[in-house]
């Protein structure tokens, strides 16, 4: 869990996007699946621990719920495991119904792709030294230098929490961009920067493993959501993997997921996924 | 890593084997077409070919692949993904081929065909017994070294999810998150199959100072 990084979506890469803008949408309605007889989706290979293989099978929170959806269908679902690169473009060019992989919502991807019921919330917060007096509060934060992955969305979230400081006659301080947040630690641990933004998610498994080094703080962002999608206006198809996500929320068995491979649960997650990114 | 891991990337291995053998066995005989058609300077062939050629050469196959996979279904064209990655990659591998084959041929002593002519010896015959024993032997250094580098072109294909050797390894690493072990066993089979390539190389080459080759 250590490496567990729930927002490195933050990049489209240029092949699939050009690929998604030219591609035809031809994605199957519902009733266009019951007559063909099943339905295609595509999962990712390495994204612990959301998809990823072990000893060649897939395997992860979304491979499980998926396996669920398998069942309660009523159609067969045929899946495909391919790499993030070809999902999207997949699901646009309409090659697969839906992705029922981790995708990070952002109002750029909402224009093409219709995200389902939301199966992990994620907030950012921040990550200090264990007992730095300086920081006893968001409003402190004002002015210190802080490490972030570079390209990350969590730097895209930087601005709320200038907005917050600006709310306390604040700003924010010097920003370090890190090729990755194994050397934004490191940094923390030194003294060279002053705290690290990361999702709440990979901060408590930081924490938790370093409790004398490190010591996490308070939310420094709105919330972002990660979802499965289809592509824009397939809205029966959207309204039968929400019918079944939903399902798993009330009866317990997505939150026994979520404790299964996150160790937490996200209760008050809202029916449909909001974008602030 | 465990037993498990070692199989997948065995049976990557073999993804990576059976893709490459593909390419290099439909693409380097298309590619002396091709050429055969700019050497000849087939009218209305000629432009059409070196354009191809042109494009493909300017692609990556990543982009290609792409393309085949996702974009040919929008047009009604459902290809598997294996054979998806074998055409991204046989083309590619055309293209190349190609231009080794016309360089051999425009290096070919023109007079050789001229002689073979005032023999009456027939155009088939002219290509098979004159031509094409000496561009192969020619060409062959070059044409080894594209099919070395297809091989190493072939991880590509893993973005459609043909798991080959390459992507085999990134997927024990990104579990173990220790991706150096799984990587050197990648290593060691491009190695290994690279090395049978170059050996054959050697092989023919030594045979020819034989005069063995015809």
């Known amino acids: ?277 | 890593m465990g037993t498990g891991d070692y199989l997948a990337l065995a049976a990557g291995a073999g993804n990576t084997i059976a893709i490459s053998l593909l390419a290099i066995a439909i693409g380097t005989p298309l590619g002396l077409g091709l050429a055969l058609i700019r050497w000849g300077r087939v009218r209305g062939l000629d432009g059409v070919v070196a354009t191809l050629v042109s494009l493909l050469r300017a692609t990556p196959a990543v982009t290609l692949v792409l393309l085949v996979y996702f974009a040919l279904p929008t047009v009604g064209l459902e290809v598997p993904r294996f054979a998806a990655g074998v055409a991204t990659l046989t083309l590619g591998s055309m293209a190349y081929n190609c231009e080794i084959w016309r360089a051999a041929l425009l290096a070919f002593p023109r007079d050789q065909l001229d002689a073979a002519c005032a023999f009456g010896m027939p155009r088939g015959l002219r290509f098979s017994l004159v031509v094409l024993p000496q561009i192969a032997r020619a060409a062959l250094p070059a044409l080894v070294n594209e099919m070395t580098l297809l091989i190493k072109v072939s991880p590509a294909v893993a973005v459609i999810g043909v798991t080959e050797a390459t992507r085999a390894a990134v997927r024990i690493g990104a579990t173990t998150y220790n991706p150096i072990p799984p990587f050197l066993v990648a290593l060691a089979i491009y190695v290994v199959v690279i090395g049978f390539f170059v050996a054959t190389q050697r092989m023919l080459e030594r045979r020819h100072r034989a005069g063995l080759f015809a």
């Open chain 1, 1 to 277: 869990m250590a490496a567990l990084s729930l927002t490195r979506r933050g990049v489209l890469l240029g092949a699939a996007a050009a690929l998604a803008t030219t591609g035809v949408a031809k994605a199957l309605t519902l009733a266009e699946i019951k007559k063909r007889g099943y339905m295609t989706v595509a999962t990712e290979d390495d994204y612990q621990p959301f998809e990823f293989t072990k000893d060649g099978k897939p395997t992860g929170y979304d491979q499980e719920l998926l396996e669920m959806f398998k069942k309660s269908a009523g159609f067969e679902v045929r899946q495909d495991i391919i790499p993030w690169t070809g999902i999207l473009p997949g699901v646009t060019t309409g090659k697969y119904d839906a992705a029922v992989t981790a995708i990070l919502v952002t109002q750029e991807r909402m224009k093409t792709l219709d995200f389902c019921s939301p199966v992990v919330e994620s907030i950012d917060y921040y990550l200090k030294r264990k007992g730095d007096k300086k920081i006893r509060g968001i409003k402190d934060l004002n002015g210190l230098s802080l490490g972030v992955e570079a390209g990350s969305a969590m730097l895209k979230m930087l601005p709320q929490l200038d907005d917050m400081l600006k709310a306390t006659g604040g700003k924010l301080g010097k920003i370090v961009s890190y090729q990755g947040y194994p050397e934004a630690y490191q940094d923390l641990a030194l003294g060279r920067i002053d705290f690290v933004v990361n999702t709440r998610l990979s901060l408590e498994s930081i924490a938790k493993s370093k409790p004398d080094t490190f010591e996490i703080g308070e939310p420094v962002s709105k919330p972002t959501y990660i979802a499965w999608a289809v592509v824009k206006g397939n809205s029966e198809l959207l309204a039968t993997l929400n019918a079944f996500l939903l399902g798993t929320r009330k009866d317990g068995s997505m939150y026994a997921l979520q404790k299964k491979w996150f160790d937490t649960t996200f209760e008050h997650m809202p029916e449909a996924p909001t974008a602030d990114v």
